[in-house]
């Protein structure tokens, strides 16, 4: 039933999510490019972790900053060199260039590193818990929520009180305006990929975290669960995505208390069914953003 | 300041303006007049660096802009402010007025053009924490030209900037015209409230289908063109 360590799950699922969806939105209000790439920024972390620990031995928290890092700047170099030589083409052409990379990394990851399973190094803390109220709580969930909270935190600083975290905002509602002020495109463009490199890379941490291991393929699942949160709370809203990723990871995590045992397997199509019943009455999710604008080209 | 020399533009094989030349020079007050469709809108895009020409060349103190990024243009002191105003509905008057003055990179600079605007338009003062998609017409029609001003623009084109304003409205913006213009401002202005805009400014071009039919001085203009057919649609040249 609804319990602390329940409440601590749900929420550090919905944390997790909120990060995703917002790195998948924060991309896609500009370019209006749903990035099928997104998910490999999380393997790419992923086996940032796990190559880092083969080399010299360095404190885990060192190891996390610098695969953090590795994800922030492949995908500032996917923007530089797939997708803007293709920005003014068509849509099309974008979505088939993320398929291209997601591709792409993937197979990097399964020709120079292996197609089976590495273990990645995490700390003692992960796999330690706490006894809260009674409850035992498993560190890593509470971990997941802090810095989460800090982290959305830290964005909603540098989205509002920054010239430069402004000018995104502005360049999701209206791109073309956005130049006409002389903001640079590349620039903002650029801020948007490696925004949405640093939320994937910090999601990274906590998705290996779980099995404590990273496969070619680990990016696929987290790409579902960002694009199916964004639907939820809104593709044109950064507060949008948030909320969606936490209505999906406690909706979820309700799902799982409430549902009968016998139908647990069942678990996420009964998401899926509500997820639809969202959209049917919110078709634009959520919260609805602003008007829609033509994308950067 | 401004010359534009033969410029064409098409959308796809079709020719929205066909070898229109105009100029403005520095502290004029210059309107582009005509009927729907004449181009006006495309003249300012392009100019602007929103429209690629597909001839003729665009000077900006004699140095060739056509064909250049919409940012270096505005970088290089063209500000637009676009038909229908397309001020960002969901950010505060100040963030909006803060983006205006992006290419300002001191913030000091910045806060200071801020309080200047705020003397230019009180209104927004009043509304700074307010988000712009919240803002009446009148008062988005104020903010779009105090962030265009905030780029401290050697050149401000204003495109219909009397569009969708009630009468009241529509008088207030043609004052706030007016005092831009002996500010020093130099204003390139597409209307269609022809009468009101040949009594203000200093030299008008009447475009027709894409070119350039008629310019000069207002009274030149109110001598070839039938100014109330102009709001007719029709071709406005007197018989």
Same mark, same amino acid.
């Given at each position: 039933m609804i319990t602390l360590e329940f409440i601590i799950n749900a929420l550090s699922l919905g944390s997790t999510y909120a990060l995703l969806a917002l790195g998948?939105?924060?991309?896609?209000?500009?370019?209006?490019?749903?990035?099928? %790439?997104? +998910?490999?920024?999380?393997?790419? +972390?992923?086996?940032?972790?796990?190559?880092?620990?083969?080399? *010299?031995?360095? *404190? #885990?928290?060192?190891?996390?900053?610098? %695969?953090?890092?590795?994800?922030?700047?492949? /995908? #500032?170099?996917?923007?530089?060199? %797939?997708?803007? *030589?293709?920005?003014?083409? /068509?849509?099309?052409?974008m979505l088939i260039t993320s398929f291209a990379v997601s591709t792409l990394l993937q197979n990097a990851a399964l020709l120079i590193i292996s197609p089976r399973a590495r273990a990645v190094p995490l700390p003692s803390l992960f796999s330690e818990s706490v006894v809260l109220l009674g409850q035992s709580v498993p560190w890593r969930n509470i971990l997941a929520i802090v810095t989460s909270v800090v982290l959305l935190l830290l964005l909603v600083v540098l989205l509002r009180r920054t010239v430069l975290g402004i000018a995104l905002r502005a360049a999701a509602d209206n791109f073309?305006?956005?130049?006409?002020? +002389?903001?640079? %495109?590349?620039?903002?463009? /650029?801020?948007?990929?490696?925004? /949405?490199?640093?939320?994937?890379?910090?999601?990274?941490?906590? #998705?290996?975290g779980r099995t404590a291991s990273v496969t070619p393929t680990i990016g696929a699942a987290p790409l579902l669960v960002a694009f199916v949160a964004t639907v939820i709370g809104g593709m044109r809203s950064l507060e949008g995505a948030v909320l969606g990723g936490y209505v999906y990871g406690i909706v979820f995590s309700l799902i799982g208390v409430l549902l009968p045992q016998a139908l647990l397997e069942f678990r996420e199509a009964f998401m899926f069914i509500i997820v639809i019943l969202i959209i049917l009455f919110r078709p634009e999710g959520l919260i609805r953003g602003g008007a829609p604008s033509r994308r950067a080209g | 300041m401004l010359t534009v020399q033969n410029m064409s533009v098409r959308y796809g094989a079709i020719a929205a303006i066909r070898d229109v030349s105009l100029s403005v020079k520095q502290g004029e007050l210059v309107a582009l007049i005509g009927v729907n469709g004449a181009g006006k809108t495309t003249t300012l895009s392009t100019i602007a660096g929103a429209l690629r020409p597909f001839q003729g060349s665009i000077t900006l103190d004699g140095e060739p802009i056509q064909g250049r990024q919409p940012e270096y243009i505005t970088r290089r002191g063209i500000a637009l402010v676009p038909e229908g105003r397309e001020i960002f509905g969901s950010l505060s008057v100040a963030e909006n007025l803060t983006l205006g003055g992006f290419v300002r990179r001191n913030r000091g600079e910045r806060e200071r053009d801020i309080q200047e605007m705020v003397e230019l338009f009180p209104i927004l003062g009043e509304r700074m924490r307010q988000a712009g998609g919240t803002l009446s017409g009148g008062e988005q029609q104020q903010l779009a030209i105090a962030r265009a001003l905030m780029s401290h623009p050697k050149l401000l084109m204003l495109d219909e900037p009397s569009l969708g304003l009630s009468p009241v409205l529509v008088d207030q913006i043609f004052e706030l015209i007016g005092r831009l213009h002996g500010r020093g401002v130099t204003i390139l202005l597409v209307e269609q409230n022809v009468e009101r805009t040949l009594d203000l400014v200093d030299r008008a071009y009447l475009l027709h289908t894409g070119t350039v039919e008629v310019e000069g001085t207002p009274a030149h203009i109110r001598e070839f063109v039938d100014v109330e057919s102009v709001y007719l649609g029709e071709r406005g040249r007197k018989a």
């Open positions: 998948m939105v924060i991309v896609y209000g500009i370019l209006k490019l749903v990035n099928f %790439a997104y +998910g490999e920024l999380i393997m790419i +972390g992923g086996y940032s972790l796990f190559v880092l620990s083969l080399g *010299p031995r360095l *404190p #885990w928290f060192v190891m996390a900053v610098l %695969a953090v890092g590795v994800a922030v700047l492949t /995908s #500032w170099l996917t923007e530089r060199v %797939a997708f803007r *030589p293709v920005r003014d083409k /068509s849509l099309t052409a073309r305006m956005t130049r006409m002020l +002389g903001i640079p %495109a590349n620039l903002v463009i /650029s801020l948007a990929f490696a925004i /949405s490199g640093l939320l994937a890379g910090v999601v990274a941490l906590f #998705w290996v | -």
